[in-house]
């Protein structure tokens, strides 16, 4: 099984590696739409010898280092069909953390992982990392270690362009769509149960229900409602007025102290540096009123 | 109480309310879809072997699809709010699709009573529907309730497709206890394995119970 494994993820990175030479040259317009401009390039550190981090020593001299990442959150985690890589926020994070542990973007390998296999992903080392929207808290503390935050996203609220609500008080009532299991679905039943709850499998479906006017409101975090307000221009709108806190960190593997300080190094200089700005203008839009975070070496 | 047990008991208590009206849906559809198949009308035999190759080939998440996406373009909705609405467009994709294996197994229980015994009937003077529900059908049922109890198992496992529309049920609960407890994914998989097994067994002891109680000895 093992081996199987070990074959297939050889095959899926040599497609990536062959897809990757394809892109070069030809910098796509952001994901979704939400920035623009051209695709920043990320430095990649030479010599860099973490010998302390197991994490690190397998990825090495495999020369790939393998990262999970959703593909489904325009503006952060994002494959658009027909298209061989992934986009977004959380992508231009996981380049810029990799390019300092020294791993150019074509010896990445983008694994995708969705909210229900991250951990066990992260603990059996089928990724080295995960970059995918994942919120810092107590219960994964236990069992993975966060590098981070890098960005602290808030729920908030989709809405038609000519729609009356205008603050997340206004849901009572109205019928509010989420994913399905997933935190913003869960806040709205225990805070916000005068509204009606609707739940699919993928924001797509929600997105489809409001634009039909099946349900009013599209609700979680911002950064990834932003990326659809960007995809549907004057259709839809975002209300603006993020009603939680989620800490997206880099989820890693337990007790490799070093490779997370490493990571949380790099998050920190991609901060002073400019390139966090450069990353989010080009994935999400304008970082004029975003606050970056303080990274947390709990 | 513990947060994830109640989390899982609503949660299995949504998959056997889909399961409860499907049930009775399918049986009745996938009677009359039996009937219809041997009946002396031309066009009804040929409807039905028609929808039972469309339906039964087409996957349960295209069905929902279709249910869920398409019905409310006509303007169908059920119920008051969308909650009720996903719940019986829910009930209605799992019942037109099951309705189909329920025909077919109904259908070689059918073959397997002589067809003097029809004729029989015929010839004391009683109608199709008559000759079907007082004499076949009894003893195509009870020829046919291991293979009906496979079917039904499935129906239950399959309930699991409409948490991806809007039906809060097993898988919802899950989804939900992983998301919370990120420290415990697979302890929480195997529990709703878990879960769906006992229902499932609990099933098949229904079912070896009447398959016991109502065999027709040949």
Do not use: H
């Amino acid at each position: 099984m093992k081996k199987l494994s070990t074959i297939i993820a050889g095959a899926a990175v040599g497609v990536l590696a062959l897809s990757a030479c394809g892109q070069e040259g030809a910098p796509e317009p952001a994901a979704g739409g939400g920035g623009g401009g051209e695709a920043p390039e990320y430095e990649v550190a030479e010599d860099v010898d973490l010998s302390d981090s197991p994490t690190w020593e397998a990825a090495n001299s495999a020369g790939t280092l393998t990262i999970g990442v959703k593909k489904d959150q325009p503006g952060l985690g994002n494959q658009e069909p027909g298209s061989d890589v992934p986009e977004g926020f959380d992508i231009e994070i996981a380049k810029i953390v990799a390019g300092s542990l020294g791993f150019s973007p074509d010896q990445i390998e983008w694994t995708e992982t969705v909210s229900a296999n991250r951990e066990p992903f992260l603990q059996q080392g089928n990724v080295d990392m995960v970059v995918a929207t994942y919120t810092i808290n107590d219960e994964r503390k236990k069992v993975v270690d966060f590098a981070g935050p890098y960005y602290v996203a808030g729920q908030d609220l989709l809405v038609a362009a000519d729609s009356d609500i205008a603050s997340p008080e206004d849901i009572g009532g109205k019928t509010v769509c989420s994913v399905d299991g997933s935190t913003p679905a869960q806040n709205i039943e225990e805070e916000y149960s005068d509204a009606e709850l609707v739940t699919y499998d993928a924001y797509s479906k929600c997105v489809t229900d409001l634009q039909s006017g099946s349900v009013d409101a599209v609700t979680t975090d911002d950064a990834i409602l932003r990326g659809y307000a960007a995809q549907y221009e004057g259709e839809f709108s975002v209300v603006g007025e993020p009603f939680t806190d989620e800490p997206y960190g880099v989820g890693l593997p337990q007790d490799d102290d070093a490779l997370r300080d490493a990571v949380n190094d790099a998050l920190e200089a991609s901060m002073e540096d400019g390139t966090w700005t450069e990353a989010f203008e080009y994935t999400l839009g304008d970082s004029s009123d975003v606050e970056q975070p303080e990274v947390d070496r709990y | 109480m513990n947060p994830l047990i109640q989390t899982f008991l609503s949660g299995t208590w949504g998959t056997l309310a889909l399961f409860g009206v499907t049930l009775v849906g399918c049986l009745i559809g996938g009677t009359i879809l039996a009937a219809m198949r041997v009946s002396p009308v031309p066009i009804l035999r040929g409807a039905a072997a028609a929808y039972v190759d469309v339906v039964r080939n087409t996957p349960l998440t295209l069905v929902m699809f279709f249910c869920v996406f398409g019905l409310p373009y006509l303007d169908i909705r059920f119920g008051s709010t969308a909650g009720m609405n996903s719940f019986v467009l829910a009930c209605i994709a799992l019942t037109a699709y099951t309705s189909c294996f329920i025909a077919e197994t109904l259908r070689s229980g059918i073959a397997t009573v002589p067809v003097g015994q029809a004729e029989a009937a015929r010839a004391v003077g009683l109608g199709f529907g008559q000759v079907l529900s007082f004499v076949v059908l009894p003893q195509a049922f009870r020829t046919v309730i291991p293979p009906l109890g496979s079917v039904i198992i499935a129906m239950l496992k399959n309930t699991s497709i409409a948490s991806a529309f809007n039906n809060r049920e097993l898988i919802s609960a899950m989804r939900n206890a992983i998301e919370v407890r990120g420290d415990i994914v697979i302890p929480l998989l195997l529990a709703t394995a878990l879960i769906y097994l006992v229902l499932a067994l609990g099933l098949g002891r229904i079912f070896a119970y009447l398959e016991k109680k109502l065999v027709i000895l040949r």
